[in-house]
Nanobody
Framework: VQLQASGGGLVQAGGSLRLSCVATGPDPFTSYTLAWFCQAPGKDREFVAV????????DYADSVKGRFTISKDNAKNTILLQMDSLKPEDTAVYSCAAKKYGAGTQFHREYDYWGQGTLVTVSS
């Protein structure tokens, strides 16, 4: 599967952005667990949110619970990350990742496919 992320940009603290990640490939979109990770300058890649294959259960990093929402549009082979109440510490490059059939985890090494990142900058 190939992943293409978009939607990043510059926003003031308290504002919102919506990231999109489109998946293309021969396998059914519903067979993939899909996640968002972020990486700030000088820091390790961090888990943000995941939506599991099948029933589409979700999980979030504690730092974004109540502010970010991950969703899946099977008809458009797309996952979305709605980011509200953004904080300067959310500034990072956000990347989408996929693994086939496996349960979602917060460990980036367990994902097999990655899209290019999209930069989110939150000004104070």
């Amino acid at each position: 599967v190939q992943l293409q992320a978009s939607g990043g940009g510059l926003v003031q603290a308290g504002g919102s952005l919506r990231l999109s990640c489109v998946a293309t490939g021969p396998d059914p979109f519903t067979s993939y667990t899909l996640a968002w990770f972020c990486q700030a300058p000088g820091k390790d890649r961090e888990f943000v949110a995941v939506v599991n294959w099948g029933l589409g259960s979700t999980d979030y990093a504690d730092s974004v619970k109540g502010r970010f929402t991950i969703s899946k549009d099977n008809a458009k082979n797309t996952i979305l990350l709605q980011m509200d109440s953004l904080k300067p510490e959310d500034t990072a490059v956000y990347s989408c990742a996929a693994k086939k059939y496996g349960a979602g985890t917060q460990f980036h090494r367990e994902y097999d496919y990655w899209g290019q990142g999209t930069l989110v900058t939150v000004s104070s």
